[in-house]
């Protein structure tokens, strides 16, 4: 399991970072914590939640098919 601790000067700029993380499978743990340079998040992820995310990525770029007539 991986862990990432997100810092930030507000609470605007942390909400702006952490939902950046999230379509990379990060998840949150426990709450905002509230200290003298700011505000931080402590997030965490599964390794295999990687390779899910990769797979289904590639599974939902739908093919092109050709539109144009041969002449």
Do not use: C
Not at 15 to 36: N, P
Request: hydrophobic share 35%.
């Amino acid at each position: 399991m991986e862990f990432s601790i997100v810092v930030a000067p507000n609470l605007e700029s942390l909400a702006a970072e952490v939902s950046g993380l999230f379509s990379k499978g990060w998840q949150l743990k426990g709450s905002i914590v509230e200290h003298k340079q700011g505000y931080a998040q402590q997030m965490t992820r599964k390794p295999s939640d990687i390779v899910r995310l990769r797979t289904k990525s590639h599974q939902a770029q739908p093919i092109q098919k050709r539109t144009k007539w041969i002449e």
